[in-house]
């Protein structure tokens, strides 16, 4: 009978050892990320049997103490599951919350002073200023200085987006790598939790190491995870079974043939397979937005705000006249195309560049809007043949002017030749024609070597002699620019207020707005987006915050609960051991009987 | 609900941060003096902020703009108005000399004196806003009257070397001013043919050469041509008079519409500071009172009050 009272003492007093040690570990991990609070679960032994004289061999039971049967963790997956849900939305709604502010503050403040929107500002009144006084060099100066911020700006806005593109294109291979890092530790978990798992135990911290792992992965990436019989757990993306027991299946970012990294997995045949970015979800499909869509559209919009002005300024530009006459030129370059710099066609944000021609000569900005006449003939002549060249003058003129009249002819004298012909406010074709005469043949060099004469609408040059060699001959008649004329300065800045044409987003259609409306809804929308994206991140936020309070709820360690355990399984402890005292007593007593 | 002790500490962390953060936009909104610093403040205000300082800016250039057309204006009205006492004094001249009692070398004199507003007519005539001739038309960098001279030095021929070109100033969103007055036009150089053969100089010159010749039987003729001169000239000084006149209303206006749109500039942009500030304070209070109830919140456990 003491026997038995002594082992039911003795399994007490292991078995609130045992929960004591439990305790401990609790409040040791009390502020652990990831672990779960754990219980010793205490059975009772099975009963005996213990015939007796009422009992006639019928069992009256007696009970054999206390046994520690398992230690459980307290989790509760299918929270697990809602966290991790919730979790890669946030991780997703997090990068593209970071890159459109990152965006916002490449763009700049609202302020009046400084931003593409007052650069814009600055270039069109550039362009008023010009047309007031254009024949100031400090004007022409100004609208060179305005156009290259403009420039400049529209270059280092273009430049600091793509480098926020290509951040967010390497942190998608960094996240690659941090995922294949996590899923190699979780199949190393699964083969000691196997192990562990056949042989009885319970290995609740490596369950919860593997937890954490699994939560860390929610934010980068959306992993089905299903944990088998074996407690192993077996884990896909995309339909694609990426962790099985210990075999791994690494992701890899693969770069497209823009650069741009897609992110396949290598199921084991050597080839990589593309996935789609939407199954991938979590942090890795909100950098492939950010980078894809939200950046880039707004680089794309820059790039249709350069090309669309760029264009409606050349094409002004090209029909104007500069102070020396120069017309037909671009104001606005590609400024990467160094074999062609003046090719105009596909400007963009990141090559524009004001004509280098109009750098070095300001001169040549086409703030007038032309010239009464000017006409060029050019004739390649054979040798031996008689230089004939014939200037058909078009039409009369309206103003009075000098027209700049240059002959170009191989053995001519003082080759080419240029002279100013005065012609005023009425004069007809045909009087044009007869001053331009006039003027050549009172011109020694030229009047030695041709014969001019005018047939009412046409002024022919006929050689004297016939070529030496074979050559070019050239006749041109330019009106010469007012300098006081700024119309078509005046036009170019009036572009400011026009509905320009820009092309939309998805490339069919346009867009007409005015060139500082098309950039400030540029900038609103960014605001919205910006704004919702931040939004979106504090919701879900909130939302993650609150399911991992629920977790916490259910595995958390409370210092309160743990320490009413510990004076509880203390009380138990002191009372077994009292009992062990007290049956000690009374063997002695027993013996005392026996030996008395 | 199982509180722990973790999931409070947590909570007072995530609250305390949401504080400051709080705190921190209503700080950077008092300093500033900016309710709205980045488009994602106000999406909609930041379009309209935008739009308004263009306008404003465009309103600053037009108002220059305006300026500079006054300048031109002024410059054009005062040699106008010398111009026209020129010619008064040509008037006095001719009618001092067609009456018939001044002998030869009166005549001689009254001829000497009309060469010489002669010469300050074409100095007139050449008349320089800053840089620019301004009777030119848009050859502004020659001068619009260029003359010929004999031996002596006397003017015997004038030309106009300017065009007929216009120059416009903008002083409105797309209405323009042509703030020049044309020399062709004013000079009658050209010879305008519905008011008879009026060439300013030519007839001035005919005068003179009639004075130093002592021929005096066609100064009477002259004194209407001089008359049909002399009105042109102040018809065009009118022109002139007329664009200042609107100008002064259109700068009047100018100086208006900015001022309400840098009000709603302000509107938009500018923080209300009575607001902020009483904002500000609530945030505060607020954010000093989760700190204390954490502090009290934070320490206790059962462990304070078990004895071993």
Redesign the interface.
Known sequence: MSDLGLSIAVSALIAQQDSLNVTSQNIAN??TTGYSREQAEEVTNPSIPVPGLNSSGSPGQFGTGVDVQAVTRTRDQFLDTQYRQQNLLLGESQQQSDA??QV??I?G??S?TTGL??D??SFW?AW??L???P??LPERTTVVETATTLTDDLQGTQSQLTTLQSNLNSDIGLDVSHINDDLQQVANLNVTIQSATVAGLSPNDLLDQRDNLLDDLSTYVNVKTVINSDNTATLSIGGATVVEGSSVAQLAAIPDSSGNNQVGIDLGNGNSDIMQWSTLGGALYGLQQARDVGVQGYVNGLNQLASTVAGAVNSLHETGYGLDGTTGIPFFVNGSDASNPEDPNNITAANIAVNPNIVNNPQQIAA?SGVTQSTTTTQGVASGTAQVETLAIESGV????ALKVVVTAAGMTNSPKTLSVAV??GDSAATVAGKIQTALSGDSDVSTFFNVTNNGSDVVLTANTPAANDSTMNVSVDGLV??????NA?SI??L??QNLNFPTGSGTGTISDTA??F???M??????A??QA?NDVTNQNTLV?SL???R???S?????EE??NM?QEQSAYEAAAKLVNVIASMMQTVINMVGG | ???????MA??VL?NLSNDLQSMQTAENQLSTGLA?????????A??Q???L??S???QG?YYS?MQ?ASSFLSTTDSALTDTVSSLQQVQSLVTEGANGTENSTDLQTLGGQVNQIISELVQTGNAIN???YVF??????TPPLATTTDADGNITAVT??????Q????VA??V?MPVNTNG?DLFQV?GNTSMGNTNMFNTLITIKNDMENDDTTDLSSMLSQIDDITTNVESQQAAVGAKEDRLNTAMTRNQNDNTTMTTALSNL?DVDIDQASVEFSEKSNVYQAALETAAKVMTP???DY?TT
């Not at chain 1, 309206?398 to 002017?401: L, Y």
């Not at chain 2, 030119?136 to 960098?141: E, L, P």
Request: glycine share 10%; aromatic share 4%.
């Open positions: 009390a502020n459109l502010s916002e503050t763009f403040a609202t009046s929107n007052s814009l500002d009144q008023n200023t047309s007031q006084e024949e100031n007038s309206s103003e009075n002017e005023s406010s007012a300098p006081g004329d700024g119309s005046l800045f009036n400011n207020s500082s409306n950039y400030g809804s900038i609103s929308d960014l605001g919205v910006s704004s931040g915050t991992n309070n629920s916490q709820s259910v958390g360690v409370s210092l309160d320490m009413t004076v | 609900m199982r509180i722990t002790q973790s999931m947590n909570n995530n709205v610093t980045k488009p994602s403040d106000n999406p909609l930041t379009s902020i935008m739009s300082n263009t404003i800016s465009m250039m703009n500079s800053g840089s620019q030119g038309g848009t050859q502004t960098t106009y070397q300017g065009n007929s070109g120059i416009n100033y903008e969103q797309g323009q062709a050209t942009q456990t059962l462990v078990l």
